[in-house]
Antibody
Framework: EVKLVESGGGLVKAGGSLRLSCAASQFTVGSYDMSWVRQAPGKGLEWVASISSSGRFIYYADSVRGRFTISRDIAKNSLDLEMVSLRAGDTGRYYC???????????WGQGTLVTVSS | SYVLTQPPSVSVAPGETARIACGGDNIASHSVQWYQQKPGQAPVLVIYYDLDRPSGIPERFSGSNSGNTATLTINRVEAGDEADYYCQVWHISDHYVFGPGTKVTVL
C-alpha cells in the first residue's frame, strides 16, 4: 500500500525556518511528480510546490516563491520542503502528495502542522 | 490567474441526491478532479478526469463537466458522506488550482 508520512512541523517564530520531510513507501519518489499542499486552519487547500519525477522541473506558488525550496532524496525515498522567512500566513497543515497521471493527486499523507507565531 | 468557485455549503437528507457545482471560465476545457476531506483527515480523490472513479470509491459518486460548470453528484447520500469537497484543475499559469470547498451536511 502506498504510504506518505510527513514530519518536521512545529512552532516557529516569524522569520524563522523549518524543514519538512515526507517519507514514501511502496513506490519510488523518483518515478513520480510530487507536491506539497497546505491548508490553513479552517480554510481550503492551497498548492505550494511541485517537483518533477526527473527533478529537473520545479514550480512554486507565488506566495512561497523565493522562501521555500522543494527537493527530494532518492536514496531516502523522501520529499523535503525547506521553509525560510516564515510568516504567520504560512501557518497550517502541510500535506505531501503524489501526483498521478494528468495533474492530479492520487495519494496524500496525513500532514504535519506548522505554526508560525508573530 | 484561474479561479474556481464553489457554494460554501450543501445540505441533503439521507437517501437523497447532493449536487456540488464547481465554476470556472470554460472549465470544460480542463480536466476536473474532486477530493473528499473528512474532519481531521487528509483529502481523498473521489473523481478524476471529470467523471472517473478511483478503485474503492462507491458508484454513488459521479461527475460531469460542461461549459463553465463541473458537477459532483452523490446519489443516495449516506451519513458517512458528510465532508468537505474540493474541485481541482491544473492551469498552465497557476499549476494546481483548488476550489474553496463545499461543506456537505447530511440532515
Amino acid at each position: 500500500e502506498v504510504k506518505l508520512v510527513e514530519s518536521g512541523g512545529g512552532l516557529v517564530k516569524a522569520g524563522g525556518s523549518l524543514r519538512l520531510s515526507c517519507a514514501a513507501s511502496q513506490f519510488t519518489v523518483g518515478s513520480y511528480d510530487m507536491s506539497w499542499v497546505r491548508q490553513a486552519p479552517g480554510k481550503g487547500l492551497e498548492w505550494v510546490a511541485s517537483i518533477s519525477s526527473s527533478g529537473r522541473f520545479i514550480y512554486y506558488a507565488d506566495s512561497v516563491r523565493g522562501r521555500f525550496t522543494i527537493s527530494r532524496d532518492i536514496a531516502k525515498n523522501s520529499l523535503d520542503l525547506e521553509m525560510v522567512s516564515l510568516r504567520a500566513g504560512d501557518t497550517g497543515r502541510y500535506y505531501c502528495a503524489r501526483e498521478g497521471e494528468h495533474q492530479l493527486f492520487d495519494y496524500w499523507g496525513q500532514g504535519t502542522l506548522v505554526t508560525v507565531s508573530s | 490567474s484561474y479561479v474556481l468557485t464553489q457554494p460554501p455549503s450543501v445540505s441533503v437528507a439521507p437517501g437523497e441526491t447532493a449536487r456540488i457545482a464547481c465554476g470556472g471560465d470554460n472549465i470544460a476545457s480542463h480536466s476536473v478532479q474532486w477530493y473528499q476531506q473528512k474532519p481531521g483527515q487528509a483529502p481523498v480523490l473521489v473523481i478524476y478526469y471529470d467523471l472517473d472513479r478511483p478503485s474503492g470509491i462507491p458508484e454513488r459518486f459521479s461527475g460531469s463537466n460542461s461549459g463553465n460548470t463541473a458537477t459532483l453528484t452523490i446519489n443516495r447520500v449516506e451519513a458517512g458522506d458528510e465532508a468537505d469537497y474540493y474541485c481541482q484543475v491544473w492551469h498552465i499559469s497557476d499549476h494546481y488550482v483548488f476550489g474553496p470547498g463545499t461543506k456537505v451536511t447530511v440532515l
